[in-house]
């Protein structure tokens, strides 16, 4: 079983829709949560970062951690064709990824204008 | 632009053989961690320095092997290169050791291809 397991998708939606995308985890040491988002042929960039359970809102963004199920949501509202890119979750249990961050395999998502 | 710079962008090299990749953290950044991206693994951790020091290893080959040099940089060697060593390689720096809420920031990568 991977530790972090995330549908690649391509999800595809229309313009203005909410996205939710989802990742689900094994290791109950992880405290430290995030999503990366990645555009074709760049590097990831950080969306939003989570310690513990609970919810965070940034802008048209929401991420959501849920330990006692081990599932973690990034929620976007009002999807724009610029929000087309990979969406990669990644954990870990002692912060900013001192041994490193466990990623999942990313989903693809494509908004349709 | 997240100020972390890699080069070279695209390598192409054959089987056998060796490279150096290159990373400079951004400004003031203490740790430089290397991941490796590939269609069916995704993104994995290779290894980290912070201030010089080796501080984690993940998944690194033993072929693989890095450094971290007094002003910061941070080179990936890679050895005895063979086909499943093609991928992307991402160098990411944070600012200290990289506990608590620290963020690691990406470079744009370097994409190796082996023949």
């Known amino acids: 079983q991977k530790e972090v397991e995330q549908d690649p998708g391509p999800l595809s939606v229309p313009e203005g829709a909410i996205v939710s995308l989802n990742c689900t985890y094994s290791n109950s040491a ?3 949560f995030m999503w990366y988002r990645q555009y074709s042929r760049k590097g990831p ?4 970062y989570t310690y513990s359970s609970g919810n965070k809102e940034d802008g048209r963004f929401t991420a959501q951690v849920d330990k006692s ?8 509202r009002d999807s724009q064709p610029s929000d087309s890119a990979t969406y990669l979750c990644a954990m870990s249990d002692t912060g900013g990824g001192a041994d490193g961050l466990t990623f999942g395999k990313g989903t693809h998502l494509i908004i349709q204008p | 632009d997240s100020g972390v710079t890699q080069t070279p962008k695209h390598l192409i090299t054959a089987t056998g053989q060796r490279v150096t ?3 400079s953290p951004r400004s003031g950044d203490l740790s ?4 490796q991206q590939s269609l069916d693994q995704g993104l994995q951790f290779l290894i980290q320095y912070y ?4 501080r984690a290893k993940g998944n690194i080959l033993e072929r693989f ?6 002003d910061l940089h941070s080179e990936l060697n890679l050895s005895s290169l063979e086909l499943g060593d093609s991928a992307l390689y991402f160098c990411a720096s944070s600012v200290g050791t990289g506990r608590g809420e620290e963020t690691q920031y990406f470079g744009p990568g370097t994409r190796l291809l082996v023949l």
Request: charged share 15%; with cysteine.
């Open chain 1, 30 to 32: 992880f405290q430290y």
């Open chain 2, 21 to 23: 990749l290159r990373c």
């Open chain 2, 65 to 70: 092997s890095a450094q971290q040099f007094p």
């Open chain 1, 69 to 76: 199920s081990k599932y973690i949501s990034l929620f976007i």
């Open chain 2, 32 to 35: 430089v961690y290397w991941y």
């Open chain 1, 45 to 48: 960039e950080l969306l939003m």
């Open chain 2, 51 to 54: 201030n010089g020091e080796e």
